[in-house]
């Protein structure tokens, strides 16, 4: 059992590091990352950490496996109004709702 978190653990976190550094969207994950909760609060107040949480991983996950933008906006879209806010408080997410 300890094997497959192990295992699964790695592969996370090898697809974290690619993400950040090789990605079509390491930009924005960047970005992203670099806001903090509080930030996002200023803008819009009733956001979650689940909120944020959920978009960082869907840009995570879109930037590791190479998703071209029409899906990455298609994924955000689906994960509600405030995510979307949160998106585009990002440039380079913005742009994929312009």
Known sequence: MADDFDDDLEKA???ADEALD????KKALRDLLALSVDQIKETIPSVSYADYSKLI??????SAANVAQAA???KITALGSTVVRIAKMI????ALFA
Do not use: R
């Open 13 to 15: 976190l090898k697809a």
């Open 22 to 25: 090789k990605g079509p969207y």
């Open 57 to 62: 991983t869907v840009v995570e996950q879109a």
């Open 72 to 74: 990455l906006k298609e």
């Open 91 to 94: 440039p380079s997410l913005a």
